[in-house]
């Protein structure tokens, strides 16, 4: 006599559906979409970084608009990463407003203090 093994056969019918949901299929062209926006994320990283540091060469201090840029870009990377990943259902920048720089005074004001 055989045996039915019913978590295989709920795993095949939870697969069945997934291939079918239009939802998963959604999410599947947004990640694409931010798979693609996150690589020119990269490129304005480096970009940006090089620019920064040419402002610190020649002028002794870094441009407060490349820093903020920065903070920004940062943050969205990070929110594209969580939501490409599935560690995050929010998507982000363009379906959610741009991060801003005084997120950045909040993580630096919950971050533990060191002794």
Aim: proline share 4%; charged share 15%; hydrophobic share 45%.
């Amino acid at each position: 006599m055989t045996q039915i093994d019913h978590s295989t056969t709920q795993r095949t019918d939870a697969q069945r559906s997934s291939f079918t949901n239009g939802t998963t299929w959604m999410r599947g062209l947004y990640m694409v979409v931010l798979a693609l926006g996150f690589g020119v994320g990269q490129t304005l990283l480096s970009l940006t970084a090089i620019a920064q540091f040419l402002f610190l060469l020649f002028s002794g201090a870094p441009n407060a608009q490349l820093t903020r840029f920065g903070e920004t870009l940062a943050f969205w990377l990070g929110d594209t990463a969580k939501f490409l990943t599935c560690a995050s259902e929010e998507k982000p920048f363009p379906w959610a407003a741009w991060p801003t720089a005084s997120r950045a005074l909040v993580a630096e004001r919950d971050k533990p203090t060191e002794f």
